[in-house]
Protein backbone atom coordinates (compact mmCIF):
# COMPACT_ATOMS: atom_id res chain seq x y z
CA UNK A 1 0.00 0.00 0.00
CA UNK A 2 1.21 3.07 -0.87
CA UNK A 3 1.95 6.06 1.85
CA UNK A 4 -0.73 8.16 0.09
CA UNK A 5 -3.26 4.85 0.61
CA UNK A 6 -2.08 4.23 4.32
CA UNK A 7 -3.00 8.01 5.30
CA UNK A 8 -6.49 7.53 3.47
CA UNK A 9 -7.11 4.28 5.36
CA UNK A 10 -6.02 5.75 8.73
CA UNK A 11 -8.44 8.62 8.22
CA UNK A 12 -11.29 6.54 7.66
CA UNK A 13 -10.11 4.45 10.32
CA UNK A 14 -10.14 7.19 12.86
CA UNK A 15 -13.57 8.47 11.32
CA UNK A 16 -15.29 4.66 12.29
CA UNK A 17 -13.43 5.13 15.62
CA UNK A 18 -14.95 8.40 16.51
CA UNK A 19 -18.83 6.88 15.64
CA UNK A 20 -17.94 3.21 17.23
CA UNK A 21 -16.27 4.16 20.24
CA UNK A 22 -19.53 6.51 22.11
CA UNK A 23 -21.49 2.71 21.17
CA UNK A 24 -18.82 0.99 22.83
CA UNK A 25 -17.94 2.92 25.85
CA UNK A 26 -21.98 2.76 26.68
CA UNK A 27 -22.34 6.56 26.70
CA UNK A 28 -26.34 6.14 25.68
CA UNK A 29 -26.76 3.93 28.54
CA UNK A 30 -27.92 6.96 31.13
CA UNK A 31 -30.94 7.26 28.94
CA UNK A 32 -33.64 5.59 28.35
CA UNK A 33 -33.54 5.12 24.32
CA UNK A 34 -29.79 5.84 24.00
CA UNK A 35 -28.65 7.04 20.89
CA UNK A 36 -31.68 8.29 19.44
CA UNK A 37 -31.86 11.86 17.13
CA UNK A 38 -30.58 14.75 18.55
CA UNK A 39 -33.71 16.26 16.87
CA UNK A 40 -36.00 14.47 18.70
CA UNK A 41 -34.56 15.08 21.96
CA UNK A 42 -34.78 19.01 20.49
CA UNK A 43 -38.82 18.53 20.20
CA UNK A 44 -38.84 16.88 23.29
CA UNK A 45 -37.30 19.93 24.77
CA UNK A 46 -39.13 22.29 23.25
CA UNK A 47 -42.35 20.76 24.94
CA UNK A 48 -40.61 20.90 28.08
CA UNK A 49 -39.93 24.48 27.94
CA UNK A 50 -43.68 25.47 26.23
CA UNK A 51 -45.82 22.61 27.09
CA UNK A 52 -48.47 24.33 25.63
CA UNK A 53 -46.80 24.86 22.07
CA UNK A 54 -48.17 22.74 19.19
CA UNK A 55 -46.69 22.17 16.03
CA UNK A 56 -48.49 24.40 13.47
CA UNK A 57 -47.55 22.47 10.20
CA UNK A 58 -47.75 19.00 9.66
CA UNK A 59 -44.98 17.24 6.95
CA UNK A 60 -46.77 16.74 3.79
CA UNK A 61 -45.72 13.33 3.41
CA UNK A 62 -44.39 11.54 6.22
CA UNK A 63 -42.50 7.74 5.58
CA UNK A 64 -45.08 5.17 7.21
CA UNK A 65 -42.57 3.74 9.00
CA UNK A 66 -39.42 3.17 10.52
CA UNK A 67 -37.95 1.09 7.60
CA UNK A 68 -39.09 2.74 4.73
CA UNK A 69 -37.22 6.11 6.26
CA UNK A 70 -34.06 4.23 6.54
CA UNK A 71 -34.63 3.06 3.68
CA UNK A 72 -35.02 6.65 2.37
CA UNK A 73 -32.52 7.95 3.59
CA UNK A 74 -29.91 4.78 2.61
CA UNK A 75 -31.10 6.41 -1.18
CA UNK A 76 -29.69 9.84 -0.39
CA UNK A 77 -26.55 8.22 0.60
CA UNK A 78 -26.44 5.92 -2.04
CA UNK A 79 -27.13 8.85 -4.81
CA UNK A 80 -24.74 11.03 -2.97
CA UNK A 81 -21.62 8.42 -2.63
CA UNK A 82 -22.78 7.49 -6.57
CA UNK A 83 -21.96 10.61 -8.03
CA UNK A 84 -19.18 10.99 -6.14
CA UNK A 85 -17.45 7.58 -7.11
CA UNK A 86 -18.72 8.90 -10.66
CA UNK A 87 -16.66 11.75 -10.28
CA UNK A 88 -13.65 10.10 -9.14
CA UNK A 89 -14.35 6.92 -11.50
CA UNK A 90 -14.05 9.42 -14.47
CA UNK A 91 -11.12 11.19 -13.19
CA UNK A 92 -9.08 8.23 -12.96
CA UNK A 93 -10.20 6.99 -16.40
CA UNK A 94 -8.82 10.22 -17.82
CA UNK A 95 -5.67 10.38 -15.83
CA UNK A 96 -5.01 6.80 -17.25
CA UNK A 97 -5.88 7.24 -20.95
CA UNK A 98 -4.02 10.53 -21.05
CA UNK A 99 -0.97 8.73 -19.24
CA UNK A 100 -1.64 6.03 -22.12
CA UNK A 101 -1.52 8.17 -24.89
CA UNK A 102 1.43 9.98 -23.60
CA UNK A 103 2.98 6.63 -22.94
CA UNK A 104 2.51 5.62 -26.59
CA UNK A 105 3.62 9.26 -27.91
CA UNK A 106 6.85 8.53 -26.04
CA UNK A 107 7.07 5.33 -28.17
CA UNK A 108 7.34 7.10 -31.45
CA UNK A 109 9.02 10.43 -30.10
CA UNK A 110 12.25 9.98 -30.62
CA UNK A 111 11.37 9.18 -34.45
CA UNK A 112 9.04 11.92 -34.96
CA UNK A 113 10.76 13.89 -33.17
CA UNK A 114 13.94 13.93 -35.01
CA UNK A 115 11.59 14.22 -38.11
CA UNK A 116 10.04 17.09 -36.95
CA UNK A 117 13.50 18.51 -36.30
CA UNK A 118 14.95 17.40 -39.79
CA UNK A 119 11.81 19.16 -41.15
CA UNK A 120 12.28 22.86 -39.25
CA UNK A 121 15.72 22.65 -39.63
CA UNK A 122 14.90 22.03 -43.28
CA UNK A 123 12.33 24.60 -44.02
CA UNK A 124 14.78 27.25 -41.89
CA UNK A 125 17.41 26.28 -44.60
CA UNK B 1 -30.03 19.04 13.02
CA UNK B 2 -32.57 20.22 11.20
CA UNK B 3 -35.54 21.87 12.91
CA UNK B 4 -38.67 19.67 12.92
CA UNK B 5 -41.76 21.05 10.56
CA UNK B 6 -43.93 23.02 12.41
CA UNK B 7 -41.65 23.26 15.56
CA UNK B 8 -41.21 27.41 14.80
CA UNK B 9 -43.70 29.73 15.66
CA UNK B 10 -44.71 31.29 12.24
CA UNK B 11 -43.14 34.81 12.98
CA UNK B 12 -39.84 33.12 13.14
CA UNK B 13 -40.34 30.31 10.53
CA UNK B 14 -41.45 33.93 7.76
CA UNK B 15 -37.94 35.87 9.57
CA UNK B 16 -35.74 32.78 8.47
CA UNK B 17 -37.20 32.46 5.08
CA UNK B 18 -36.65 36.32 4.90
CA UNK B 19 -33.38 36.83 6.13
CA UNK B 20 -32.02 33.55 4.10
CA UNK B 21 -33.73 33.95 0.31
CA UNK B 22 -31.36 36.64 -0.53
CA UNK B 23 -28.21 34.42 -0.06
CA UNK B 24 -30.28 31.68 -1.74
CA UNK B 25 -30.79 33.89 -4.93
CA UNK B 26 -27.44 35.49 -5.37
CA UNK B 27 -25.89 32.07 -4.49
CA UNK B 28 -27.93 31.05 -8.07
CA UNK B 29 -26.68 33.68 -9.79
CA UNK B 30 -23.17 32.61 -8.66
CA UNK B 31 -24.09 29.10 -9.83
CA UNK B 32 -25.43 29.67 -13.32
CA UNK B 33 -22.29 32.51 -14.05
CA UNK B 34 -19.90 29.74 -12.74
CA UNK B 35 -21.40 27.00 -14.74
CA UNK B 36 -21.62 29.24 -17.88
CA UNK B 37 -18.78 30.01 -17.46
CA UNK B 38 -16.73 27.09 -16.84
CA UNK B 39 -18.80 24.11 -18.09
CA UNK B 40 -16.54 21.52 -17.02
CA UNK B 41 -17.05 22.58 -13.74
CA UNK B 42 -20.43 21.12 -13.41
CA UNK B 43 -18.92 17.73 -12.24
CA UNK B 44 -17.20 19.00 -9.32
CA UNK B 45 -20.51 20.86 -8.55
CA UNK B 46 -22.01 17.64 -8.40
CA UNK B 47 -19.61 16.20 -6.56
CA UNK B 48 -19.69 18.70 -4.11
CA UNK B 49 -23.46 18.34 -3.48
CA UNK B 50 -23.38 15.03 -3.57
CA UNK B 51 -20.38 15.19 -0.76
CA UNK B 52 -23.61 17.00 1.33
CA UNK B 53 -25.88 14.61 0.01
CA UNK B 54 -23.59 11.59 2.12
CA UNK B 55 -23.17 13.70 5.05
CA UNK B 56 -26.45 14.86 5.58
CA UNK B 57 -27.73 11.28 5.52
CA UNK B 58 -25.31 9.67 7.91
CA UNK B 59 -26.61 9.56 11.41
CA UNK B 60 -23.81 9.08 13.33
CA UNK B 61 -23.50 8.03 17.31
CA UNK B 62 -21.94 10.88 19.45
CA UNK B 63 -20.64 10.69 22.94
CA UNK B 64 -23.92 12.57 24.24
CA UNK B 65 -25.59 9.10 23.97
CA UNK B 66 -27.66 10.45 20.91
CA UNK B 67 -27.13 10.15 16.86
CA UNK B 68 -26.70 13.14 14.87
CA UNK B 69 -25.44 13.72 11.30
CA UNK B 70 -22.63 15.86 9.46
CA UNK B 71 -23.38 18.37 7.22
CA UNK B 72 -20.63 18.43 4.41
CA UNK B 73 -20.89 22.04 3.75
CA UNK B 74 -17.49 22.77 4.11
CA UNK B 75 -15.73 21.00 0.84
CA UNK B 76 -18.20 23.16 -1.79
CA UNK B 77 -17.66 26.58 0.61
CA UNK B 78 -13.67 26.09 0.06
CA UNK B 79 -13.87 25.09 -3.65
CA UNK B 80 -16.53 26.98 -5.05
CA UNK B 81 -16.99 29.44 -2.21
CA UNK B 82 -20.14 29.69 0.01
CA UNK B 83 -23.11 31.24 -2.32
CA UNK B 84 -23.26 28.56 -4.35
CA UNK B 85 -22.92 26.28 -1.36
CA UNK B 86 -26.27 28.03 -0.20
CA UNK B 87 -27.51 26.45 -3.63
CA UNK B 88 -26.42 23.21 -3.17
CA UNK B 89 -27.27 23.14 0.74
CA UNK B 90 -30.67 24.31 0.02
CA UNK B 91 -31.37 21.40 -2.02
CA UNK B 92 -30.08 19.28 0.14
CA UNK B 93 -33.01 20.08 2.40
CA UNK B 94 -35.21 20.77 0.37
CA UNK B 95 -34.67 16.65 -0.57
CA UNK B 96 -34.90 16.01 3.15
CA UNK B 97 -38.07 17.70 4.19
CA UNK B 98 -40.07 16.50 1.16
CA UNK B 99 -39.46 13.19 1.22
CA UNK B 100 -37.94 12.17 4.84
CA UNK B 101 -39.89 14.54 6.41
CA UNK B 102 -36.65 15.12 7.83
CA UNK B 103 -36.37 19.26 8.91
CA UNK B 104 -39.73 20.98 7.27
CA UNK B 105 -40.72 23.63 4.55
CA UNK B 106 -41.96 26.01 7.41
CA UNK B 107 -38.64 25.47 9.14
CA UNK B 108 -36.82 25.64 5.75
CA UNK B 109 -36.17 29.17 6.33
CA UNK B 110 -34.46 28.49 9.57
CA UNK B 111 -32.74 25.55 8.19
CA UNK B 112 -31.19 27.04 5.39
CA UNK B 113 -29.69 29.92 7.23
CA UNK B 114 -27.50 27.29 9.54
CA UNK B 115 -26.37 24.93 6.95
CA UNK B 116 -26.37 26.16 3.94
CA UNK B 117 -25.67 30.15 4.92
CA UNK B 118 -23.82 30.29 8.01
CA UNK B 119 -22.04 27.22 8.06
CA UNK B 120 -20.53 27.55 4.69
CA UNK B 121 -19.35 31.21 5.47
CA UNK B 122 -18.06 30.49 8.79
CA UNK B 123 -16.02 27.66 7.37
CA UNK B 124 -15.09 29.66 4.74
CA UNK B 125 -13.91 32.46 6.78
CA UNK B 126 -11.61 30.11 8.97
CA UNK B 127 -10.10 28.47 5.90
CA UNK B 128 -9.29 31.54 4.22
CA UNK B 129 -8.11 33.17 7.31
CA UNK B 130 -5.82 29.91 8.15
CA UNK B 131 -4.89 29.62 4.42
CA UNK B 132 -3.47 33.35 4.29
CA UNK B 133 -1.22 33.04 7.56
CA UNK B 134 0.33 30.21 5.92
CA UNK B 135 -0.83 27.08 7.66
CA UNK B 136 -0.88 23.85 4.84
CA UNK B 137 -4.27 23.05 2.59
CA UNK B 138 -5.17 20.24 4.22
CA UNK B 139 -5.00 21.97 7.98
CA UNK B 140 -6.62 24.62 6.58
CA UNK B 141 -9.45 22.30 5.04
CA UNK B 142 -9.72 20.16 8.19
CA UNK B 143 -10.23 23.58 10.14
CA UNK B 144 -12.89 24.78 7.65
CA UNK B 145 -15.01 21.83 7.82
CA UNK B 146 -14.81 21.53 11.31
CA UNK B 147 -15.93 25.08 11.95
CA UNK B 148 -19.06 24.80 9.41
CA UNK B 149 -20.09 21.87 10.98
CA UNK B 150 -20.17 23.23 14.65
CA UNK B 151 -21.08 27.12 13.74
CA UNK B 152 -24.70 25.38 12.20
CA UNK B 153 -25.56 22.98 15.00
CA UNK B 154 -24.65 26.19 17.36
CA UNK B 155 -26.31 28.57 15.10
CA UNK B 156 -30.04 25.96 15.21
CA UNK B 157 -29.21 26.17 18.89
CA UNK B 158 -29.70 29.78 18.90
CA UNK B 159 -32.67 29.51 16.32
CA UNK B 160 -34.52 27.37 19.30
CA UNK B 161 -33.71 29.61 22.06
CA UNK B 162 -34.97 32.65 20.23
CA UNK B 163 -38.10 30.93 19.26
CA UNK B 164 -38.44 28.86 23.17
CA UNK B 165 -36.87 30.93 25.91
CA UNK B 166 -36.62 29.09 28.95
CA UNK B 167 -39.74 30.52 31.45
CA UNK B 168 -37.40 30.81 34.24
CA UNK B 169 -33.34 31.53 32.69
CA UNK B 170 -34.85 33.19 29.21
CA UNK B 171 -33.01 33.04 26.02
CA UNK B 172 -29.84 32.08 27.59
CA UNK B 173 -31.07 29.38 29.97
CA UNK B 174 -32.57 27.81 26.64
CA UNK B 175 -29.54 28.92 24.72
CA UNK B 176 -27.56 26.41 27.24
CA UNK B 177 -30.45 23.41 26.84
CA UNK B 178 -30.62 23.40 23.32
CA UNK B 179 -26.66 23.82 23.11
CA UNK B 180 -26.43 21.16 25.20
CA UNK B 181 -28.45 18.80 22.76
CA UNK B 182 -27.18 19.87 19.72
CA UNK B 183 -23.27 21.64 20.04
CA UNK B 184 -22.42 19.02 22.57
CA UNK B 185 -23.38 16.64 19.90
CA UNK B 186 -21.40 17.94 17.68
CA UNK B 187 -18.13 17.75 18.51
CA UNK B 188 -16.71 14.63 17.59
CA UNK B 189 -19.07 14.60 14.06
CA UNK B 190 -17.67 18.18 13.54
CA UNK B 191 -13.97 16.36 13.50
CA UNK B 192 -15.36 12.94 11.42
CA UNK B 193 -16.41 15.70 8.88
CA UNK B 194 -13.23 17.74 8.80
CA UNK B 195 -11.10 14.80 8.58
CA UNK B 196 -13.54 13.19 5.89
CA UNK B 197 -13.27 16.61 3.87
CA UNK B 198 -9.49 16.16 4.05
CA UNK B 199 -10.00 12.94 2.70
CA UNK B 200 -12.01 14.40 -0.46
CA UNK B 201 -9.35 16.93 -1.05
CA UNK B 202 -6.51 14.49 -0.98
CA UNK B 203 -8.38 12.64 -3.51
CA UNK B 204 -9.25 16.12 -5.59
CA UNK B 205 -5.41 17.26 -5.45
CA UNK B 206 -4.42 13.39 -7.19
CA UNK B 207 -7.05 13.25 -9.64
CA UNK B 208 -8.12 16.88 -10.21
CA UNK B 209 -4.84 18.97 -10.18
CA UNK B 210 -5.62 21.62 -12.94
CA UNK B 211 -9.35 22.27 -11.50
CA UNK B 212 -8.09 22.63 -8.34
CA UNK B 213 -5.47 25.58 -9.44
CA UNK B 214 -8.25 27.50 -11.55
CA UNK B 215 -10.42 27.56 -8.74
CA UNK B 216 -7.56 28.90 -6.11
CA UNK B 217 -7.59 26.13 -3.97
CA UNK B 218 -4.03 25.09 -5.26
CA UNK B 219 -1.53 27.65 -6.40
CA UNK B 220 -0.42 28.23 -9.93
CA UNK B 221 2.72 26.43 -10.80
CA UNK B 222 2.34 23.98 -8.24
CA UNK B 223 4.56 25.32 -5.86
CA UNK B 224 2.82 24.00 -2.95
CA UNK B 225 4.13 21.50 -0.72
CA UNK B 226 0.67 19.80 -0.55
CA UNK B 227 0.39 19.95 -4.51
CA UNK B 228 3.51 17.53 -4.88
CA UNK B 229 1.59 15.11 -2.88
CA UNK B 230 0.64 12.48 -5.26
Partial sequence: MSRNAKINTLLLAIVAALAALPLALGLGDHKEEPFTGADGEAETAITEIAPDY????????????????????????????GVLAYYFGLRK????????????????????????????????? | ???????????????WGVASAPFVIHGVRALTREVRANPESTLLLGASGAFT???????????????????GTGLGAILFRPPIMAVLGTITLLFQALLLAHGGLTTL????????????WAGFAVYALLRRSGVPLMVGVFFGAFVADLSTYCVTSVQLALAFPDPGSGVVG???KFGGIFALTQIPLAVSE?????????????SSKGELTRLGVLLQGGAEKEAAVR
Fill in chain 1, 54 to 81: EPWFAPLYEPPSGEVESALFALQAALGA
Fill in chain 2, 53 to 71: FVLSALKIPSVTGSCSHPT
Fill in chain 1, 93 to 125: GRRQGEARAAAAGDGRAPGSGSAGAAGSVGSGA
Fill in chain 2, 194 to 206: GLLTVLVMRLLVQ
Fill in chain 2, 109 to 120: GANVFSMAIVGP
Fill in chain 2, 1 to 15: MHIAEGYLPPVHAAA
Fill in chain 2, 174 to 176: ALA
